[in-house]
């Protein structure tokens, strides 16, 4: 979907949810968040910095780039439009998540445009437009 790496794509939006809490990220919050040693961080941070995705320098905070930030703002909104979707067909919260989480890496860019502008029409539409009650009905008949 971006060119980087899929496996270096969630700690671009790591390090963009934590900047955006607090300024900045550090390899010790990011490796608490991921799951990971430090050492996998850094050498993460360095991946990253090489591609331009962020500013990192050793023992210091990490910042994403323009181009990071961007990238990192897009994969955000992949996501909360999966996780949107997923939610309307009637998927439980979790599901929605964790599947959004997984989904937003390996689709294809023009799959997420067109579903994006799917959520942003039935978004204008309003929750009480006459075929998005009976869907929803539908589906919560089949349970």
Sequence with gaps: MTGLSK????????????????GSASVTDIAK???????????????????????????????????????????????????????LIGIDSQIAEADACEIEHIAHPETIEKLTRFADYVKSAGDEAPWIREFQAAISDSK
């Design 33 to 87: 968040i991921r799951g990971v040693r430090s050492p996998s961080v850094t050498y993460v941070l360095q991946k990253l910095s090489e591609a331009g995705f962020v500013h990192y320098e050793p023992y210091k905070s990490v910042v994403l780039s323009r181009k990071g930030l961007k990238l990192a703002e897009k994969l955000e909104k992949a996501h909360e439009t999966l996780r949107w979707f997923f939610r």
């Design 7 to 22: 496996s270096l794509e969630p700690y671009l939006e790591t390090i963009y949810e934590l900047q955006m809490q607090s």
